[in-house]
């Protein structure tokens, strides 16, 4: 794969609608379940790995664009997804509650990886 402007526009694009889903997700379940744990990011880390379990499913069984391709992982689901805010709110939650911090580790942690491999897995079956 090599970066062209085509591609370098797909991922743009994919980014900027990715973080903006991120950013009403976050705000939503802040507005609406509140509480003091970080359900908006444990949920888009969550659906974000699934999804891309099932697209990589779904690459591997059928021909897609690159640029299509690129749109929909590295920009879209990339930017859904965030590594960095899981990391700081799991430091935060340290010093107010290391059971809650431990948790939120856990399922973003174990929860991802096991939401990406069930995705990978159901498409998979389906596309058989």
């Known amino acids: 794969m090599s970066l062209n402007w085509n591609m370098i526009f797909a991922i743009g694009l994919g980014g900027f609608l990715g973080a903006i889903v991120r950013a009403y997700v976050v705000q939503f379940t802040n507005k609406y379940i509140p509480i003091e744990f970080p359900v908006g990011i444990l949920l888009v880390n969550l659906v974000g790995s699934f999804l891309a379990g099932a697209l990589?499913?779904?690459f591997s069984t059928y021909s897609l664009s690159v640029n299509l391709k690129a749109f929909l992982i590295t920009g879209f689901l990339g930017a859904l997804t965030t590594y960095s805010t899981f990391a700081i709110e799991s430091y935060l939650l340290w010093g107010?509650?290391?059971?809650?911090?431990?948790?939120?580790?856990?399922?973003?942690?174990?929860?991802s990886i096991l939401v990406a491999g069930g995705g990978f897995k159901l498409i998979h079956f389906f596309l058989k």
């Open 56 to 58: 990589f499913a779904y």
């Open 96 to 111: 107010t509650s290391i059971y809650i911090a431990i948790t939120n580790i856990t399922l973003n942690l174990v929860g």
